[in-house]
């Protein structure tokens, strides 16, 4: 029998749609095939609840391993233990330090699995990559979410930064659509994923923007539509709501599919997870919710009893997501993208690697326009311009960088200039 503790910690990388939580399946099997334990971490709550799903792997959040970790049976218990942290990437750099410190001491073996070109974590981020060039890491190459071969290419297209093969490759299937404006951008994203939804009623979908102010938009819109069809009540009660310390103003009516923002562990409710109000009701300055869970649960709770200290509402209208919340996710069908210049390389890699059947984007053609310059001098927009301004923006490697390493560009660029120094004076 091996010891986990011939090395303290491992990276696994894999591609978007690689099928990581395949391997780490095996990676359980093979493990407690030789009497070890295994257990997964995620930083958010519905992430680990679809990592035990998928997996079969026993899995928490990071704080709650964290916890268990510093009780005082942590030692014990963990010993010859394997974690498996997915989405690594999103881990900031002093909660992983924390989380390497806790696991050496209580004698478990790490292992790191993630895509440092996806999305970073918010704050501190860059450690899964700087980890993973400093010791290496096992890479899975193969995409197998995509079904079609083109698409697998234009993901990785995406990937490597080359986003103007990716383009192109939109471009020649129909999936690019730029529109005159932000407002026809919306309406066409809108109007294409309800024709596709009439047409493949069993197909999943997805609509994504960066930002919540995109995405509130396309929330409203979809609703419209669901409203226009009969599927939503008209009790359209107006609420201030929160999301990742954002307030927003949604209507609620019977039907309405909405997302939960917070996790209420005396409630049971997950950061993220979605279900349908069967009723709303308001009762004076209150109100009342009843959602049946997409789990099957059926729960019920007032305004009040689910807010914030300002009194915010923490749900909200889940037509739409933002690209960051959709890492992770794999879409049986099709998705549908509205682009902005702040999208960067590794925003564009994940939301363009989501569906299983095809990407569509929607962009705004005055953004490109002005990102171009053609609107500040008054030239006329041309195509060629616009998909060079588009391949631009999709290709900019925003990556953070750690502290220590732009210490070390530093030195290394003093070393340089002292050398230069050096040789004219003795040149001199």
Same mark, same amino acid.
Request: aromatic share 8%; hydrophobic share 35%; net charge neutral.
């Given at each position: 029998?091996?010891?986990?503790?011939?090395?303290?910690?491992?990276?696994?990388?894999?591609?978007?749609?690689?099928?990581?939580?395949?391997?780490?399946?095996?990676?359980r099997l093979a493990y407690q095939s030789q009497g070890f334990s295994v257990r997964g971490a995620t930083v958010a709550r519905q992430a680990a609840q679809q990592l035990e799903k998928d997996t079969g792997i026993e899995s928490?959040? @990071?704080?709650?391993?964290?916890?268990?970790?510093?009780?005082?049976?942590?030692?014990?218990?963990?010993?010859?233990? !394997?974690?498996?942290?997915?989405?690594?990437?999103?881990?900031?750099?002093?909660?992983? @330090?924390? @989380?390497?410190?806790?696991? &050496?001491?209580?004698?478990?073996?790490?292992?790191?699995?993630?895509?440092?070109?996806?999305?970073?974590?918010?704050? &501190?981020?860059?450690?899964?990559?700087?980890?993973?060039?400093?010791?290496?890491?096992?890479?899975?190459?193969?995409?197998?979410?995509?079904?079609?071969?083109?698409?697998?290419?234009?993901?990785?297209?995406?990937?490597?930064?080359?986003?103007?093969?990716? @383009?192109?490759?939109?471009?020649?299937?129909?999936?690019?659509?730029?529109?005159?404006?932000?407002?026809s951008a919306r309406e066409q994203l809108v109007k294409h994923w309800q024709a596709y939804s009439e047409v493949n009623p069993d197909k999943q979908t997805m609509i994504m923007a960066q930002r919540w102010k995109d995405v509130?938009?396309?929330?409203?819109?979809?609703?419209?539509?669901?409203?226009?069809?009969?599927?939503?009540?008209?009790?359209?009660?107006?609420?201030?709501?929160?999301?990742?310390? %954002?307030?927003?103003?949604?209507?609620?009516?019977?039907?309405?599919?909405?997302?939960?923002?917070?996790?209420?562990?005396?409630?049971?409710?997950?950061?993220?997870?979605?279900?349908?109000?069967?009723? !709303?009701?308001?009762?004076?300055?209150?109100?009342?919710?009843?959602?049946?869970?997409?789990?099957?649960?059926? !729960?019920?709770?007032?305004?009040?009893?689910?807010?914030?200290?300002?009194?915010?509402?923490?749900?909200? %209208?889940?037509?739409?997501?933002? !690209?960051?919340?959709? %890492?992770?996710?794999?879409?049986?069908?099709?998705?549908?993208?509205?682009?902005?210049?702040?999208?960067?390389?590794?925003?564009?890699?994940?939301?363009?690697?989501?569906?299983?059947?095809?990407?569509?984007?929607?962009?705004?053609?005055?953004?490109?326009?002005?990102?171009?310059?053609?609107?500040?001098?008054?030239?006329?927009?041309?195509?060629?311009?616009?998909?060079?301004?588009?391949?631009?923006?999709?290709?900019?490697?925003?990556?953070?960088?750690?502290?220590?390493?732009?210490?070390?560009?530093?030195?290394?660029?003093?070393?340089?200039?002292?050398?230069?120094?050096?040789?004219?004076?003795?040149?001199?």
């Amino acid at each position: 029998m091996f010891s986990v503790r011939q090395s303290s910690w491992d990276i696994i990388q894999g591609c978007a749609g690689a099928g990581k939580p395949t391997s780490m399946q095996a990676m359980r099997l093979a493990y407690q095939s030789q009497g070890f334990s295994v257990r997964g971490a995620t930083v958010a709550r519905q992430a680990a609840q679809q990592l035990e799903k998928d997996t079969g792997i026993e899995s928490t959040t @990071l704080a709650s391993l964290l916890t268990e970790l510093g009780k005082g049976n942590g030692q014990a218990k963990f010993k010859d233990t !394997v974690i498996l942290l997915d989405e690594a990437g999103q881990l900031a750099t002093p909660d992983l @330090l924390q @989380l390497m410190q806790a696991a &050496h001491t209580a004698g478990a073996k790490l292992v790191l699995v993630g895509e440092q070109q996806q999305m970073d974590a918010i704050t &501190h981020g860059g450690s899964l990559r700087y980890l993973s060039q400093r010791q290496g890491c096992a890479r899975i190459d193969t995409i197998r979410r995509q079904r079609e071969a083109w698409a697998r290419t234009a993901v990785n297209d995406l990937r490597a930064g080359n986003a103007k093969a990716a @383009l192109d490759t939109f471009a020649g299937k129909g999936l690019l659509h730029i529109e005159k404006d932000s407002q026809s951008a919306r309406e066409q994203l809108v109007k294409h994923w309800q024709a596709y939804s009439e047409v493949n009623p069993d197909k999943q979908t997805m609509i994504m923007a960066q930002r919540w102010k995109d995405v509130k938009p396309l929330n409203d819109l979809v609703r419209k539509v669901y409203q226009e069809q009969g599927k939503l009540g008209t009790e359209n009660i107006l609420t201030e709501c929160v999301v990742s310390n %954002q307030s927003l103003y949604f209507a609620f009516s019977k039907g309405e599919r909405v997302r939960f923002t917070k996790n209420d562990y005396k409630r049971d409710f997950t950061n993220g997870e979605q279900g349908t109000i069967t009723q !709303v009701l308001q009762q004076g300055d209150d109100i009342r919710f009843t959602v049946k869970l997409d789990s099957g649960r059926t !729960v019920s709770f007032y305004q009040s009893d689910y807010s914030d200290e300002q009194g915010r509402l923490q749900l909200v %209208q889940a037509y739409a997501c933002t !690209v960051y919340s959709s %890492q992770g996710a794999t879409i049986d069908g099709d998705t549908f993208v509205l682009y902005t210049t702040a999208m960067d390389r590794a925003a564009s890699y994940v939301a363009g690697s989501r569906h299983k059947d095809n990407c569509h984007w929607f962009v705004n053609g005055q953004e490109l326009d002005a990102q171009s310059g053609q609107a500040d001098k008054g030239q006329t927009p041309d195509m060629a311009t616009r998909l060079k301004t588009l391949a631009r923006c999709m290709s900019i490697n925003k990556h953070k960088a750690m502290a220590s390493e732009y210490i070390a560009e530093q030195e290394a660029q003093q070393e340089v200039s002292q050398q230069i120094t050096n040789e004219n004076e003795l040149a001199a």
